[in-house]
């Protein structure tokens, strides 16, 4: 079997982190105002009466040694998050990006201290949770004719796979502002994203003003697990889509995205998804 080589990673000083924190973050606001990309906002005059795709995920879920009150917190920030974003349109050459949309969350807009990953490790953070909302987009669009334009995987595995519905690494992190998660409609047709919250789950939905012609299937192959010669362990596979034309019955298979990530849980305990 093909080894997936990653490097040992590299732990900055708080200093050197915040600074590179914010000279990308002036990076990327530049960038916005300068670069001439049309950005999708909301607009109740576009009628998307079809629906293309639908997801949900669980807002409260019980991992080992985090404290409940960040799982809490984190509904609240996602509440925030997503009102900026509901409705939105993308229209034909549009680019949808959460942060441009959400804006910088802070204490002072409501947001609260959440659950972060630093390095592997669990943190805390004002705004945190919010990558629950950056995995959901991401896996909608992979069942939608929009291009995703930057995406940015996550770096470590976390946490045991536990009711996993999904393919491992289907998720898309996010920090403010830099890494983000945009998609750009390339077709002729219009987008609307719709997000909701019940006591139980995130909501999203992707409706078209047109009805679809294609049905999207994503999928895994190559997964495996190596240890490096650090030491440590990491996860490697292949994301897909598979691509019906509903008209003709043509297929065609798309290489989504490649990921290589940290594992920092033991995989050969008891109830890990092991080596296939």
């Known amino acids: 079997m093909q080894q997936h080589t990653v490097e040992q990673p590299i732990e900055r000083s708080q200093l050197r982190r915040k600074l590179g924190r914010e000279f990308y973050i002036l990076k990327r606001k530049l960038k916005w105002y300068f670069s001439g990309t049309p950005y999708a906002k909301a607009d109740k005059k576009v009628d998307c009466p079809y629906v293309l795709v639908e997801h949900k995920s669980t807002l409260l879920r019980k991992l080992k040694d985090v404290d409940m009150q960040l799982q809490y917190n984190k509904v609240t920030n996602l509440k925030l998050a997503i009102a900026p974003i509901n409705g939105v349109v993308i229209k034909p050459g549009e680019t949808f990006s959460i942060w441009r949309m959400v804006g910088r969350p802070s204490a002072r807009k409501g947001y609260k201290t959440g659950m972060m990953i630093h390095n592997g ?58 890494i983000d998660l945009q998609l750009k409609n390339n077709t002729d047709k219009c987008f609307r994203i719709n997000l909701w919250l019940d006591e139980e789950f995130l909501h999203g939905c992707i409706r078209s003003s047109e009805e679809a012609q294609f049905d999207y299937e994503v999928y895994e192959t190559d997964h495996c697990i190596t240890q490096q010669m650090w030491g440590g362990y990491t996860r490697h596979n292949r994301i897909w889509r598979k691509i019906t034309n509903r008209v003709n019955g043509e297929t065609t298979n798309e290489l989504v995205a490649e990921n290589n990530a940290i594992m920092m849980y033991n995989p050969l305990l008891e109830g890990t998804k092991q080596q296939r």
């Open 121 to 178: 490790k669990v943190a805390e953070g004002v705004g945190g949770g919010l990558c629950q909302l950056g995995n959901l987009l991401y896996w909608m669009a992979l069942h939608t004719p929009l291009t995703v334009t930057e995406r940015w995987r996550h770096s470590f595995d976390v946490f045991p796979d536990v009711n996993r519905t999904i393919p491992f690494a289907c998720g898309a992190t996010l920090a403010y502002n830099y």
